[in-house]
């Protein structure tokens, strides 16, 4: 696709997104090593294209539910850098007031991100009712809810996507379609039929769906953008769609995890040939839309950000016992 | 201005006023719109308020619960119904890990106004999964309140207040009580939460009981007057709150404990109020507390067989006396 029909701040700030995305996660990572930060993390380096696609449609006023391997959705969305390195670290100046972050439950309902559910896939009926209370409301927002392809085996995608076709709710499903669930391999997880994908399921509630190269910003920026758009408008015959984004994880299902049940080629040929950061900054290059010194400065911005983020966070205190008590009633 | 109306009114009337109150109020469940709840509560609020507000969902409880959750946190009133509370097991996760804990895990930062209505209680050879009081599962969860009226009065006062309620509510009602009438006010009323009601006042032993279970435990006092046995009787009214003032007051006074409710009596709502009670005044009883149960085992279908799982005014009476030998 020629750049040339492309927006150059929107060119720049999908690499910035998912730059910001990778960035974030190798230096989180860093702080897991360096015993700062306890806990599981999921690690999305390799998807960060999906979600920097996805929510570049987006506005503060639409809503998100991320998944567990989310932290790139929610930097896509807007949140707070510090705030999430704050939650990673227990500090009292993270989302949550200083409740952690251990399976990530990091939230911002300014920006719309409502949050993530611990057991994975339940997004599919949350949002459900969330696209009910915008058809009821009559706002033209919208709700994107991330999950897995191994949580999309769960009942509740049934549940979800049931709700969501039948009332024609302005709910947007993105599978991040990996391959793997944790160690099962997405062929050992779902019935389908020969070369077919979990979107062809969305057919059957006369949900529309793509299958989309999760790797490549742009494919996906450009079938979100249309869904997005007939998801705000009530007078679309289908307001709901699934997005199946394929791609690849670069580590283990978590930090920590071997990975035994990963062949390390493979991951090094995803790597090597099909990063969505090196290829679309190639992209950029090429086409001649920026030069060296322009990707170099914002590099260097990027990296500055995340510095700055670290070291507010790594400035707040961490909780005492009292934190425990507060808030479970509004 | 007193009226006499069933348990069904009462709630029927409350979700009218809730619904008129409030525009983002919604109502829906399993066969709750078109034909008003297979118990008729939800009765005339479709013809009234329109397909939008009130409606027939698909039959999936997990998406039930877990849709309440999505609107409640964008700004709707959810009222929704499980056609038993039984259901409930199928969707724990939404109520146990999501509607009592998506608020504290994400910071204190959504309000969560869900309110769950849940018949309870063996009404007529329904069986095992039919006929459960399964409210004990979910003292034991955090961040919900657990709601259970025991009269026509109650339920409407404290229906309205669950819908008003910013937090979680599960309200529990018993079946059989939806036939009974009690005297209720015409105007506007709320019972707030965590406030007992002493249905009768009495020196020798105190009695909590909930649901149909208060009514049984009046009865039992009532016949044990005529034995100079003074009983208090209590309804909580709400387990979580649990007014622990109220009930420990009159244990102060009558030194004698009995708790009477349907579900199970391991782990039943029982357990927890005889275990505060020992914590804060085993040296003020005078005899063992007394637990009138339901069996430990699960309710045979057979109609025959259901009056051996409810507690009988005769069980009731057996134990207050035996907290007087
Ligand atoms: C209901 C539930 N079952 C299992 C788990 C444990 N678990 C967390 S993530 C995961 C694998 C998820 O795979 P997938 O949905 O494909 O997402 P991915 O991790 O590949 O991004 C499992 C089994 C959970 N958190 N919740």
């Known amino acids: 696709m020629a750049l040339s029909k492309y927006d150059k701040d929107l060119l720049l700030d999908l690499y910035r997104t998912m730059l910001t995305s990778r960035r974030f996660d190798q230096e989180l990572i860093r702080l897991l090593h360096d015993g700062k930060v306890g806990g599981f993390h999921h690690s999305g380096q390799g998807h960060e294209a999906i979600a920097a696609g996805i929510c570049a449609s987006l506005e503060d006023k639409d809503y998100l539910f991320y998944h567990h391997r989310g932290c790139n959705q929610q930097i896509s969305k807007g949140i707070s850098l510090e705030g999430i390195y704050a939650d990673f670290l227990g500090r009292v100046d993270g989302t949550t007031g200083g409740l952690g972050s251990g399976i990530v439950h990091h939230v911002d309902p300014d920006k719309g991100i409502l949050g993530q559910s611990g057991t994975i896939g339940e997004s599919y009926i949350l949002a459900a ?20 392809d191994g949580a999309t085996a769960r009942e509740v995608f049934h549940g979800g996507i049931n709700w969501v076709g039948l009332y024609n709710l302005p709910v947007i499903y993105v599978i991040e379609n ?17 070369g077919g994908s979990l979107a062809d399921r969305a057919d059957s509630y006369d949900v529309p769906s793509f299958v989309v190269d999760g790797n490549d910003v742009l494919a996906v920026y450009e079938v979100a953008k249309e869904a997005i758009a007939r998801a705000r408008n009530p007078k679309e015959r289908r307001r709901c769609t699934l997005i199946e984004a394929m791609t690849y994880r670069y580590r283990g299902h978590f930090e920590g995890d071997s990975a035994e049940y990963m062949d390390k080629d493979v991951i ?31 590099e260097k911005e990027v990296d500055d950000t995340i510095k700055n983020a670290i070291a507010k966070a790594e400035a707040s205190p961490i909780p005492g016992r009292d934190r425990i008590f507060e808030g479970l009633y509004a | 201005m007193m009226r006499k109306i069933t348990m ?30 297979i118990f008729g509560v939800t009765r005339g609020l479709q013809e009234k308020f329109g397909k939008e507000r009130v409606w027939d969902t698909p039959i999936a409880e997990c998406t039930i619960v877990g849709a309440a959750l999505g609107m409640a946190i964008t700004g709707l009133v959810p009222i929704a119904e499980m056609q038993f509370a039984d259901f409930m097991a199928v969707a724990f996760d939404e109520v146990h890990n999501k509607l009592g804990k998506w608020r504290y895990m994400h910071g204190g930062k959504f309000e969560v106004p869900v309110t769950l209505r849940l018949p309870i209680g063996i009404s007529g050879g329904a069986g095992p999964e039919h006929s459960q009081s399964p409210q004990a599962l979910f003292v034991h969860s955090q961040g919900l309140y657990v709601v259970i009226p025991s009269n026509p009065r ?28 009690g005297e209720v006010e015409e105007e506007e ?45 209590i309804d909580p009214r709400t387990l979580v709150p649990l007014d622990t003032d109220t009930i420990f007051e009159s244990i102060k006074k009558t030194g ?20 505060l009670v020992a914590e804060e005044l085993l040296f003020d009883l005078e005899a063992p507390i007394k637990r009138v149960a339901g069996p430990d085992v699960p309710i045979a279908q057979n109609i025959h067989l259901e009056k051996y799982y409810v507690p009988s005014v005769e069980d009731i009476i057996e134990a207050v006396k035996e907290t007087l030998d």
Not at chain 2, 154 to 180: M, S, T
Not at chain 2, 256 to 275: C, N, S
């Open chain 2, 154 to 181: 109650d339920a409407k006062g404290l229906l309205k207040q669950a819908i008003r309620d910013p937090n979680p509510v599960l309200f529990f009602e018993h079946k059989k009580l939806y036939e009974v009438k």
């Open chain 2, 8 to 37: 069904r009114e009462a709630l029927n009337e409350a979700l009218f006023e809730e619904m008129e109150r409030n525009k983002n109020t919604l109502c829906f469940g399993e066969d709750v719109g078109y034909i008003g709840g």
């Open chain 1, 129 to 148: 009712g969330v696209g009910y209370s915008i058809k009821y409301r009559g706002t033209d927002q919208v709700c994107v809810a991330f999950n897995g």
């Open chain 2, 189 to 233: 009323f709320l019972i707030p939460f965590g406030k007992a009601a002493v249905k009768k006042q009495g020196t020798d032993v105190t009695i909590v009981a909930t649901a149909l279970q208060v009514t049984t435990a009046l009865e039992a006092a009532e016949l044990l007057e005529k034995d100079n046995i003074s009983v208090e009787v």
């Open chain 1, 178 to 194: 990996n391959l793997l669930a944790s160690s099962l391999h997405f062929q050992n997880s779902h019935s389908l039929k020969e």
């Open chain 2, 256 to 275: 004698r404990l009995v708790i009477v409710h349907e579900d199970p009596k391991r782990g039943g709502t029982g357990a927890e109020i005889a275990a």
């Open chain 1, 268 to 298: 090094e040929e995803w790597r090597e040939n099909r990063d969505p950061l090196d290829n679309y900054r190639k992209k950029l290059l090429d086409s001649g839309t920026f030069n060296e010194k322009d990707l170099t400065k914002l």
